[in-house]
């Protein structure tokens, strides 16, 4: 009998030593960040799970060291997913240099290559890592814990020279509010997404294309019905973001945030509330 009680409060004394206080405090705190870098011309979208686990969406344009530097601040130590939308320079450019700054688990890219040096240097970093690269297609869930992390594109093949219509697309919600990062993705893609009943519905939407005028259609708008649009824009030769694509968002509501006006755009939600660090533009 004596030896049961001993037994028990080794227990019970076990129990409070193996709950580690952090899991208490952060229950009350647990945030969704999400930041939309400025990196110019291109992409690189941070996520910062509630659990504490990292998300990069593509690493922009340069070398890669303006994303590593801008990691290293947020005191990021891993990624769990690195995300390669596509195989364009201005979106999968950095991640070779990301990839030797930091421990990797999974890299994730759609099933389309490239002849470029850049996506040359994405492969061999992958390579060195050790990794395989994970496909990136509709319906595969991403192992990430709080949060529902899914790709919703693409649904389908399409010609390897269109490599904007193979980007990955990710929605991602936590409680009530949502987030769709398209990548570059075009109207066809987007097209083929809503026929296939894909759940594109998001309160804020990552702008395809940095703003070009052949993404973000009207069709993708009334799907995804957006409170609030994130244009990844630098300057460019190609006219982004168009007259075009700016007035469609308005013309459905949409408030607007600019990395090229306004830096980087941080969004952050607790599931119920959502706020940003800058007031929209438009
Ligand atoms: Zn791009």
């Known amino acids: 009998m004596r030896q049961l009680k001993v037994l028990l409060s080794v227990i019970v ?17 647990k945030t969704l960040y999400v930041h ?7 992409d690189s979208i941070y996520i910062k799970a509630p659990n504490g686990e990292d998300i990069l969406i593509d690493g922009g344009n340069k ?31 950095g991640l070779d240099e990301v990839l030797k700054a930091f421990p ?8 389309v290559g490239s002849t470029t040096q850049a996506y040359k240097d994405f492969l061999t970093a992958v390579k060195n890592k050790k990794l395989t690269i994970k496909v990136a297609k509709a319906d595969v869930v991403l192992p990430i814990k709080g949060v529902s992390a899914k790709f919703v594109g693409p649904v389908k093949s399409y010609n390897t020279s269109d490599t904007n219509d193979w980007s990955a697309v990710l929605k991602v919600t936590y409680g009530k509010k949502s987030f769709l990062f398209t990548g570059d993705a075009e109207t066809k893609a987007e097209t083929d997404m809503v026929k296939a ?17 052949t993404s973000t259609s009207a069709t993708l708008l009334k799907a995804v019905k957006p409170s609030y649009a994130v244009i990844s824009v630098g300057k460019n030769s190609y006219g982004h973001p168009t007259s075009e694509v700016l007035n ?10 600019r990395t ?23």
């Open 13 to 29: 004394a076990l129990t409070f030593i193996l709950v580690p206080t952090s899991s208490i405090s952060n229950a009350a705190t």
């Open 36 to 42: 939309f870098i400025n990196v110019g011309q291109g």
């Open 63 to 93: 070398d890669g060291s303006d994303v590593v530097a801008y990691l290293k601040k947020q005191k990021v130590k891993d990624i769990e997913v690195m995300i390669a939308t596509h195989p364009d320079a201005d979106h999968i450019g």
């Open 104 to 111: 990797v688990k999974s890299v994730y890219a759609p099933r």
């Open 197 to 213: 009943k894909k759940d594109l519905r998001a309160d804020v939407l990552k702008v395809g294309h940095h703003g070009a005028k």
């Open 248 to 257: 469609r968002l308005k013309s459905y509501k949409v408030k607007v945030f």
């Open 260 to 282: 090229d006006k306004q830096g980087t755009i941080i969004a952050t939600t607790n599931g119920t509330t959502l706020t940003f660090n800058v007031k929209p533009i438009y």
